[in-house]
């Protein structure tokens, strides 16, 4: 059954696995102060550098309109089943959008097929979604097994972070200043998960780079056991060989059937800074 996978630019998907399985993203907004920017489609990651370098600020995002998910919808055969798989509500206002494109849609064409879900997660977590979704279509799931599935899984996922610098916080008015370059000098570290409602939350705050990064991969063991027949989703900001020496680690010690790899994009880096890591894997 042709099954089209939708999502947004809060998944990071490495480009070999967006174009095997065919998907579709429907692009977020950054907003310098004086510009505004469609995510992957008029600024891509080097240029989104550039910008946050010329100009010393970072951009704040805004979600697609429901008009931006009509067209993406309706460029679609209807035909075909669209399956919308959206960044957590708890960080955006991109799912009710993807809701409300949907609906504009239905009132036109009632035979269409849409489904939009709440991933509660981003950037690997998305990816781990998408990719167990393209490997159901390859077991020839129906639309609706396929659904029920991804729902079923969403509520699996586990998303951890681990971020090296709090440069990024403290720029874009997300932590305050003044603790901020306290938590600098003591060179803290901020680890955090994707809550179950899907906003995110600080788990510890550990001093010194290492400590950090050990907590980082301990961690994984602490939600899951049997990591056999998994797959873990890794994405990094800017620094790809720490990003693979961290990999690494972890497949020494965990043994996970899949280990997938790819650096975030604009949306996500702006949030998380240089060396910032993110992982995702389904608990048991």
Do not use: W
């Not at 998944?11 to 102060?33: E, M, N, R």
């Not at 955006?92 to 489904?115: D, H």
Request: charged share 25%; proline share 4%; with cysteine.
């Amino acid at each position: 059954m042709n099954i089209q996978l939708m999502t947004d630019s809060g998944a990071d998907i490495p480009k070999s696995i967006q174009q095997s399985l065919q998907i579709k993203v429907v692009p977020l907004y950054l907003h310098f102060h004086d510009e505004q920017f469609k995510v992957g489609v008029d600024l891509d990651l080097n240029g989104f550098y550039q910008k946050v370098r010329e100009k010393k600020e970072l951009p704040r995002s805004a979600a697609p309109s429901p008009n931006d998910y009509y067209e993406a919808y309706k460029e679609i055969d209807p035909d075909t089943p669209i399956l919308m798989i959206s960044i957590s509500k708890g960080l955006s206002s991109t799912y009710e959008n993807a809701i409300a494109g949907k609906n504009m849609l239905l009132e036109e064409e009632p035979n269409r097929t849409i489904e939009v879900i709440n991933s509660k997660t981003a950037s690997p977590g998305m990816l781990l979604l998408l990719y167990e979704a393209g490997l159901k279509l390859k077991e020839g799931y129906s639309f609706e097994q396929l659904v029920q599935h991804i729902k079923d899984c969403v509520n699996k996922t586990k998303t951890l972070f681990v971020l090296k610098t709090l440069d990024n916080l403290i720029l874009g008015g997300r932590l305050d200043k003044m603790k901020g370059t306290l938590a600098k000098t003591l060179n803290i570290k901020l680890l955090m998960q994707g809550s179950k409602d899907g906003t995110i939350e600080v788990t510890e705050k550990v001093r010194g780079e290492k400590k950090s990064l050990r907590r980082f991969i301990e961690q994984i063991g602490e939600h899951t056991k049997n990591t056999e027949n998994k797959i873990l989703a890794m994405t990094y900001c800017r620094d790809k060989s720490r990003a693979k020496a961290i990999l690494h680690e972890i497949q020494q010690k965990y043994n996970f059937k899949e280990t997938l790899l790819t650096e975030t994009g604009p949306i996500i880096s702006t949030y998380g800074g240089e060396g910032a890591l993110v992982i995702a894997f389904f608990q048991d």
